[in-house]
């Protein structure tokens, strides 16, 4: 960014169909669009927040669940597996992405 350029607050709010597959599991490729995004508007110099919904729908494919949950529990049963996935899968990517930022390491003498 150069330097006469101004830098932002940006609040990015993600919701579940955004983050998942049809099939109802957390969509890595989507994951990496959103996270090279993010990526891109740090590197531009902006404050990025991320609030990210689609906890219920990220973890209840895995209670083995067909169907999105109607019953509290659940809900609540759902929502603890895919929080822990999400934050996993945010957690990969966005390493990933702080890893390509370095210089080759191999290549420093």
């Known amino acids: 960014m150069s330097s006469g350029a101004q830098n932002y607050r940006v609040v990015i709010k993600i919701g579940s169909s955004s983050l998942t597959s049809v099939h109802g599991e957390i969509s890595r490729k989507k994951l990496e669009r959103l996270v090279d995004e993010i990526v891109q508007l740090k590197d531009d110099g902006h ?4 609030v990210s919904s689609g906890a219920v729908a990220a973890g ?8 999105r949950p109607d019953s509290l529990p659940e809900k609540q049963a759902a929502a603890s597996i895919g929080q822990g996935l999400l ?3 945010y957690s990969d990517l966005f390493f990933i992405s702080w890893i390509r930022s370095f210089p080759n390491i191999n290549n420093a003498k």
């Open 47 to 50: 404050e990025v927040l991320l």
């Open 60 to 67: 209840y494919r895995k209670l083995g669940c067909l169907t």
């Open 87 to 89: 934050i996993e899968s």
